[in-house]
Structure formats: structure tokens, C-alpha cells
């Protein structure tokens, strides 16, 4: 099957599109009449009407239903404030070595995290949700050396796997084939960021390791930044139906629009996974990270973050989360001699009836090496915390859309039909029966949870991954089509300076965002960037507005 030629599009669309916008909207579109349909973004279980600064932060409507308003406002409790090192009290456990300390410092608000200024990477910043992404230039995999998000705390006597001092972010400027200039004169700015980490910063080197690879000793190993994404509205997500996945995954593969295909480890014909995409411990399309590896939400990144962010265990998770070959770590810091000294007082307060025998011997280089390989651990969060927060985590409300009877909101939305940006961003979806699924066996039955069925959602996404072809991109270029439900509210919530689109936050606003995406020929997106280019500003203007509002 051929591809669809989109220099051809542009050619017989560039007069259609010039003369939308003096197109008057539909009857079904007019000002006057009752809200349209996708103003329930989340549909009408999912969907709450508030959008000021605390609009991510709502329970749905379907969690006020089943009565679990106090078990959201816990978890929320939970969600909200700091983890601390102390081994006892609320919220106890964080550590050993850890990310951030609670889920507010990379979610404010619960939006996706703040842009990330020059300079210092500051880790200790609330808001700093751009974590940092080490990986094998050669195989695309995660350093083994250090974890896939990668620690840059301690408690004491441990140290940071990562000194984040050390590392600095500089934004370079990038100019694209346009020169950065609409034809009517309008300019845009482009950039992205460079993330430098000297192998000083990296605490096993500096503890004698060397990797047999040499990507350490060499610096061969990449550095990029990867934001978070906005927590509401997953549950959502969740409803929809496997097969639904399934079906747009085959219609464009059949389709065969996007220049790139679509990840081979994902779906070549059938549904596979391969190498750092695969997980037996699920099944089913995968729906959440910018990598696809998560899902179904009670087993995705949600659950797995309340534990791998701050190595807080609990009964199913008994183990720490160090780094990705397990026992480097482990290995250099119980040669440590500061950690050594530290260590009796540590363990002291965590088994104080010393019924671990094997963190007690005389040897306190294996005392400590088994105490962090332990898959032993006493649980520090209780199941009943758990519970609350993963019913918090899939009760999270979508703000509804905003403005949506407003005539260039009509208009924009027309045109972001026009130019194809609905293949990618696919406005809508339908849930299912949403029976819920549990890997790790906490939620028994469909009451235990908040559940969304049979709702016409909007969250414009296909839930399949692209290639936008950026420079310095996202590990392995593919990324997940992000959702655009609420996105324009991020500033509002977070107080952020700049929008901080993209999965990097290199783009500040929409412009710069849907520039991106035609940066370069091989993106998947190029065609439709370049009749977003042609139009004219009024146009592109409406588009703007269009996506701010939903």
C-alpha cells in the first residue's frame, strides 16, 4: 500500500484552508445552543467545570458516586506531602537513596513538571518534574550503572547515586529550514536543551568503578531530560477498551501515513514486545509513559513511582530500587568507609530486634550489601495507604473544556481536523465496561475503584507512539502521542513561566510545539506542520486558541 503523498495535501488543500476562515460555523456549532459534547473532556463521570489552579487536583464525579471522597482526600493527603527519612511516623522510609520526595515536587498541582531554567540542575525545586534520562547511545537501553530515573539523594550515611550539582542544563537555539519565519513575517523561536554530566558526578566512578563497556570511563553514555506528564485523567485512559487499542494500533499500520511506521517492538502486524519494551508481569496494549512500557494503571507508572521515586516499600514491593544491574550500587557503597561508619546506627532504627541476622554479622561490608539487595524489606507504606493512594491516583478529574461555543475555538478545532493533526491527537475515544485490572492483586472487584463506563472521552491522543525526529530527541525517538486534555490550564496551576510542551519542555508555547514537530523531513509529522506553516496567521492563531482550550 502506498503512502499518502503530503506534498500533494499541501498543494490541494492551501485554498480550502485559506477560505476556512471565512467559513461561519455549522448549526450544530452555534453560539446559542447547549454545550457540544467534547466540553466533557472527560465525559460526564470524569469531567469537573472547575479550571482555576486547582482544577487537576478535583475528584471525577464517578468518585463522589461510589462514595470514596474521603479515601481520595487521603490519598491526596498522601500525594501532597513530603516522604521523610525517619524510619517511623507518617510517611516514613524514604530512602535509602531516592528521586524526589513526594509526588508534588515533580507534579504541582498535579500537572506535568515545570520548565527546567539554565544552569544547575535543581533537584531540590519543587515543581522540577524533568528528570534525567542516561542511556546506551549504542542500544538505546538505560545504564546499568545507575537506575532508569536515576537517585540523586541519600539519607544518611548513604550517598547520591547521582551528584546533581555537578550536572548542568544549557538551552541551545535551533533554526529550522523556515529560518524560524512564517511567510507573513511572524517569527517563532526554537530551542532545546543539552544536559552535561561530568563521570565525577556519577558516584560508583568515584568509588573505583568501571563499567566493562567503557561508556563510563569514555563519557559515552547520553544524557536527555524527560518531564513528567499531567497525573489527571488516567484512569480515564484505562477505561479504554484493549480492542479499541488494538484497532487504531492495525488501522495505521494498514493506513501506512506515518513516514516512520510504527515501533516494530510494538506492533508489526501483530502486537509483540521486545527488549527494553517488554514485561511479563502485564498484558494488554500498554497506555502510559512516554515509552509505553506501563499499564494497566494499577500496575503503571503511578503504582510504580510511590515506590521507585522514593524507595518507600510496602508488602509487594520489598525491595530498594538502586539501579538497573541491581547490585552495583549495593557493591560500592558497602565499601564505603563512611557508609560503614554510618551504617550500625541506620540499620538500628530499621531492625532494632535485629531479626534480619544477616545485617548483624561482623563483616559490615556484607552487613550493608545485604541490607540494600535484601528482597526481605519491612513494608513502610501500609496496603491501606497504598489503596488510598491508587484510588486518588484513578479518581483524578479532567477540567472540562473551556470556551468551547467561542467562534475562533470553533474555528480552530475545524482547522486542526483539516490539517490532519486529529490522526495523531485522535480527539476521542470510548470507554468500556472498565473492569479493573490488578497485577499486583491489592483491588479485588470492579467497587474497589472509581470506574468510567461507556464515556465518550476527549483527550486527543491515539495512544500510539510517533517519531517527531528532534535534535537531542527523546530515548529511541518513539514517543507516546501525548494527550492534550488540560494542557493549556499548566501555567494557571503550576505558576510556570512557560508552557513547557513537549516531552523535554523545550517548547514554551503552542507555536513552538507544533514547530517542532515539522523541524525535521524524516518527522512523522512534517506534512501537516508544513500546512500549519502555510496558513495564515489568523488561522494559525485560531489553532492556538483551539488547543489552549481543550
Known sequence: MKRINYLLLIALFATSLLSSCKTEPSESQDPKTDLPEWYYTGGKLGTVSNTSAMCFRQPTPATDNAGMSISFSQGDQIAEKSFITSHSGRQHGLGPIYVRESCQHCHPNYSHGTSVPAGTYDAKNQGNGTLLVVYNPQTNAYVPWLAGMPQLFGAEPFKAPLNPDMITVEWKVAQDEHGNKFPDGETY????PEVKMPKEAVYVYNQGFRDEDGLLESEGYVV????TIGVYGTGLLDAIPDKDIIAQY??????QRMKNG???????????ESGYYKNDAQWGPKRFTYALTRGPLLDAAGANAIWNITNVTRSDRRSHYLDLNGTIYATYASKDPEVQAGFEA???QIDPQKEHTDWWTDDKEANIYNYLTSKELPAEMSDAEYTQVMVWHRGLAVPAARDVNNLEVIRGKELFTQLGCDYCHRPSWTTGSDELRDPNGFFKSNGDMPRYPNQKIWPYTDMVQHKLCMV????TGWCRTTPLWGRGLHKKATGDASEARLHDTRARNVIEAIMWHGYSKESDAYYPTQLFYNLPKAD????????NAI
Open 224 to 227: 536527555v531530560l524527560e518531564n
Open 540 to 547: 494559525r492563531d485560531a489553532i492556538v486558541t483551539f488547543i
Open 262 to 272: 510504527l515501533n516494530p517492538a510494538f506492533y508489526n502486524g501483530t502486537f509483540q
Open 189 to 192: 523561536e526554537l530551542q532545546y
Open 250 to 255: 492495525e488501522k495505521e499500520y494498514n493506513d
Open 346 to 348: 541506620y540499620i538500628s
Open 472 to 475: 537531542n530527541d527523546i530515548r
